[in-house]
């Protein structure tokens, strides 16, 4: 399978603990992005690469959230002192240049 | 500032008729425009896009009308089958960056 795939699927953690998702791109792919969905909504832009350089990230995101994609492979997003608002899904997805997204399935995110 | 709007939050056709699903966007910017398809536990799947030079794009038993003036477009399925039932999202970008999602229509197809 050579689609966008993430790890963990599903993260139970209590508040205030630390999180780290990772998300492996398809691999031709120089370009990837987080996004956020909560119920009911479609998701949210959290941030995006291209290669290895952080081209944009929300103004939205909290302090709290880190993203990294060291050599332009695989990428983590990591949030520290979780909220129970940061529960939701992260959604990692990745494309060649500016053509259209491809997502991966997806790390659901539960926040006691 | 929600630029990408469905304002149907759902929308139900028997099997065999047209769908037809809508977005608005207040973006002048906006330049691309995407149509995703999210079945539940799955991330979203690409289905359709238009460049803002045309104003359809066809493929298969789908099509995107785009109406630059209103800053419409519009999503046809037809005939509708019930393997299109699921949550439909809009989406747009400007200038080849991020995309900016609406909040969905869930599509359910009546046998």
Request: proline content about 4%; some cysteine.
């Amino acid at each position: 399978d050579t689609g966008v795939s993430q790890d963990p699927r599903h993260k139970i953690t209590k508040r205030g603990q630390n999180v780290t998702f990772r998300c492996d791109p398809i691999s031709e792919h120089n370009r990837l992005y987080w996004y956020r969905q909560t119920l009911g909504q479609g998701p949210e832009f959290l941030t995006y690469f291209q290669n290895e350089a952080q081209l944009e990230k929300s103004r939205l995101l909290s302090d709290r959230f880190s993203a990294e994609r060291p050599k332009g492979s695989f990428s983590t997003l990591e949030i520290q002192r979780t909220e129970q608002g940061d529960s939701a899904m992260y959604l990692c997805a990745s494309s060649y240049n500016t053509g259209e997204l491809f997502f991966g399935e997806g790390s659901r995110l539960t926040v006691l | 500032d929600q630029q990408v709007k469905q304002n149907s939050p759902s929308l139900s056709v028997q099997e065999g008729r047209i769908s037809i699903l809508n977005c608005d966007y207040t973006n002048s910017m906006f330049d691309y425009f995407l149509w995703y398809k999210k079945y539940p536990a799955e991330g979203p799947t690409f289905l359709i896009s238009i460049s803002s030079i045309k104003d359809k794009n066809e493929d298969g038993r789908f099509t995107v009308f785009l109406n630059k003036s209103a800053k419409h477009l519009s999503l046809h399925i037809v005939p509708s089958q019930p393997g299109d039932s699921a949550v439909y999202f809009c989406a747009a970008s400007a200038n080849g960056g991020k995309l900016t999602f609406g909040t969905g229509t869930r599509l359910t197809i009546i046998p």
